[in-house]
């Protein structure tokens, strides 16, 4: 209305959907009004947000004097619910509101005081410049807390939200994230105007204890980093799995092989570390192998095999009989020991009965060596076989600082 009442000067609907509801109104020195209030659905102008989801967002709207041309409208909040219910305008132009939110990732910028939700239902302040052309960042939640982890196993995914809530796109040039967490995002190298994209992180501690560190970005936007507390406390001694034989008991005569199935599972969600097998107290003569000798558990049980591989009779070489050795002996050496007699005799200088003897007595010690053995014609067989009895095996399974092991029984018959 004009200012003495007697005249409407404009009047028009703010809306599109049967949701909106103004709370309050600021005109700049231009004429032009200012309106938040909170809304699911509106026709955006120069957005800094789009519409975040929930029951409702807060509606920032600029109107021109004569409620011709909406000016600016944009969506401010978080998934939940958020409602404005002020707005004051200062010399320079900027836009401040205030309301209620319940949502646990309203956006908030780095440098508050307060950039955690302090839970059901808090206020806000905003403060929007309508006339700088460039990106401006709000992240939401500025902190990610997670409840206790085994070490070695994964906690259940938890999001961040990063939204460009300028004018220009923003340009990430860097991502990071500490040792005990993991992260995905949705991100790419640019974020445009009023969009936003999410961090999904995981927590997978490596040490036991309380745990503190952080997703930082790295933009173009003010400050040139943004970063994002990570929490939680790592519990257990280290990465933890369970080894259970199919069967662990084999029994296989002299030269055989024994096998063993073993199962290795996961304990306290997925387990990704590497798993090392070893086996130890293998009988003489008897090989112990492991396959495969490394894994990497995954959900469902794997199976590892143990083979153990003995040894059996190696028969004795056959020689020829005793008698043919003798002939040949005596067939070789005869005609020597005559030869020598007649040496010796035709010397004449030692009696004959002495050389007959000293011929003899050479012939004698060569016979045995020539002749072979003289019972059946085999010479002993070298006893490589692994001997009879009941053994115990070690497996074991060492990951990290956790080590396992498993006892198996092999029986030589």
């Not at 990732?105 to 052309?133: L, R, Y």
């Not at 009023?194 to 933009?219: K, M």
């Amino acid at each position: 209305m004009d200012p003495t009442g007697s005249s409407l000067m404009y009047s028009t609907f703010l809306g599109t959907s049967n949701n909106m509801q103004a709370a309050g109104i600021q005109v700049d020195a231009n004429g032009d009004a200012f309106i938040v209030g909170s809304d699911v659905g509106l026709d955006l102008v120069n957005p800094i947000e789009e519409f975040a989801g929930g029951s409702s967002n807060v509606v920032v709207a600029e109107i021109d004097p004569s409620a011709s041309t909406l000016l600016m409208a944009t969506f401010l909040g978080g998934q939940v619910a958020d409602g404005g219910e002020g707005i004051a305008l200062d010399s320079n132009g900027a836009v401040y509101v205030t309301g209620q939110t319940l949502s646990f990732d309203f956006p908030v910028t780095q440098s508050a005081f307060q950039t955690m939700w302090g839970g059901q239902t808090d206020g806000f302040v905003t403060k929007i410049d309508p006339t700088t052309n460039a990106p401006a960042v709000a992240m939401g939640p500025f902190s990610l807390q997670f409840a206790s982890q085994n070490i070695g196993s994964t906690s259940a995914a938890q999001t961040t939200i990063s939204r460009n809530m300028g004018s220009a796109a923003l340009t990430l040039s860097g991502k990071s994230v500490g040792p005990d967490f993991a992260e995905t995002d949705d991100c790419g190298t640019t974020v445009a105007a009023a969009s936003f994209c999410t961090f999904t992180v995981t927590f997978a501690p490596t040490v036991s204890g309380d745990l503190a560190e952080a997703l930082t970005l790295t933009d173009n936007a003010q400050g040139g980093t943004q970063s994002v507390a990570l929490t939680g406390t790592g519990t257990g001694s280290g990465p933890d799995f369970t080894v259970s034989a199919g069967n662990s008991q084999a029994a296989v005569s002299a030269g055989g092989a024994a096998t063993y199935n073993l199962n290795v599972s996961p304990v306290g969600g997925s387990f990704s570390h590497s798993v090392t097998f070893a086996c130890h107290g293998a009988p003489a003569f008897a090989t112990c192998t492991v396959t495969p000798k490394s894994i990497n558990p995954g959900s469902p049980a794997l199976v590892v095999t143990v083979t153990v591989q003995t040894a059996g009779t190696v028969a004795g070489m056959q020689t020829p009989s005793g008698k043919r050795n003798a002939f040949l002996a005596s067939w070789i050496f005869g005609p020597m020991g005559i030869f020598g007699v007649i040496l010796l005799g035709a010397n004449g200088r030692r009696k004959p009965q002495a050389c007959i003897a000293t011929v003899l007595m050479i012939m004698l010690l060569l016979l045995p060596g020539c002749s072979g053995s003289a019972a059946g014609g085999k010479t002993p067989g070298v006893s490589n076989t692994t001997p009879p009895g009941t053994y115990s095996l070690s497996l074991t399974a060492v990951s990290g600082t956790v080590q396992y092991v498993t006892k198996l029984a092999l029986i030589v018959q």
